[in-house]
T-cell receptor
Framework: EDQVTQSPEALRLQEGESSSLNCSYT??????LFWYRQDPGKGPEFLFT???AGEEKEKERLKATLTKKESFLHITAPKPEDSATYLC???????????FGAGTTVTVRA | DSGVTQTPKHLITATGQRVTLRCSPR?????VYWYQQSLDQGLQFLIH???????AKGNILERFSAQQFPDLHSELNLSSLELGDSALYFC??????????FGPGTRLTVL
C-alpha cells in the first residue's frame, strides 16, 4: 500500500540551530515528491517538487533532497518565522491526487 | 497568495443542513482538487475535476458531491451535515501533472 510517513512529529529548535525533517515513502513509480509549508488555519504553501533521486532544491534557509526511498528537508540556521508545519506529499496514480504525510511541526525559539 | 480563491472563509451551520463551498482556480489551471483536513485525519483527498469532468474520487462520502463549471470554478456540496464533518476544506489547482497550489480554505463548523 502506498504510504507517506514523516518524522519527527514535532521539532523544537533554537534560532540558528540547523536540523532535518524526514519524509519516507512507499510508492511504486514515483511521479514526484512535493514539500509544502502550512501555517495554522491557512492553506498549504508550495515549496518544492523533486522528481529523481539525487535531486536537490533550495529556497532561502530550506533545502530539499531526494533518495529512492525518502526525502529530507534541511533547515539551516532557522529563524522564528520558519515555525510552521511542513508537509510532504506524493501523487498517487496518473491522476496526481496527493497523499500527504501527517507533517512535522517546527517551532523555532528566538 | 497562491491565486486560488475560496469562499466563504468560515461557515457555521447545524446538523442536517446543506452547504456549498466555492473555489476559483488559478488562471489557466484546468485541474481542481478538493481536500478535507481535520485534526485527527490530516489532509485527505476528496475529489478531482479536470476541465469539467470528474477524474478521481477519494474517500468522499455519498453525502458530498462536487462539480466544475465551464468557467472552471468548482463547488463542493455537503449535505445532511454531521458533527464529524467539521473541518477545513481546501481546494487546489494545477496544470495537469504539476504541483498543486492551495487556496486559503473554508473552515466548516457543524453545531
Amino acid at each position: 500500500e502506498d504510504q507517506v510517513t514523516q518524522s519527527p512529529e514535532a521539532l523544537r529548535l533554537q534560532e540558528g540551530e540547523s536540523s532535518s525533517l524526514n519524509c519516507s515513502y512507499t510508492v511504486s513509480g514515483l511521479r514526484g515528491l512535493f514539500w509544502y509549508r502550512q501555517d495554522p488555519g491557512k492553506g498549504p504553501e508550495f515549496l518544492f517538487t523533486l522528481y529523481s533521486a539525487g535531486e536537490e532544491k533550495e529556497k532561502e534557509r530550506l533545502k530539499a533532497t531526494l533518495t529512492k526511498k525518502e526525502s529530507f528537508l534541511h533547515i539551516t540556521a532557522p529563524k522564528p518565522e520558519d515555525s510552521a508545519t511542513y508537509l510532504c506529499a506524493v501523487p498517487l496514480s496518473n491522476d496526481y491526487k496527493l497523499s500527504f504525510g501527517a507533517g512535522t511541526t517546527v517551532t523555532v525559539r528566538a | 497568495d497562491s491565486g486560488v480563491t475560496q469562499t466563504p472563509k468560515h461557515l457555521i451551520t447545524a446538523t442536517g443542513q446543506r452547504v456549498t463551498l466555492r473555489c476559483s482556480p488559478r488562471s489557466g489551471d484546468l485541474s481542481v482538487y478538493w481536500y478535507q483536513q481535520s485534526l485527527d485525519q490530516g489532509l485527505q483527498f476528496l475529489i478531482h475535476y479536470y476541465n469539467g469532468e470528474e477524474r478521481a474520487k477519494g474517500n468522499i462520502l455519498e453525502r458530498f458531491s462536487a462539480q466544475q463549471f465551464p468557467d472552471l470554478h468548482s463547488e463542493l456540496n455537503l449535505s445532511s451535515l454531521e458533527l464529524g464533518d467539521s473541518a477545513l476544506y481546501f481546494c487546489a489547482s494545477s496544470v495537469a501533472g504539476k504541483e498543486q497550489f492551495f487556496g486559503p480554505g473554508t473552515r466548516l463548523t457543524v453545531l
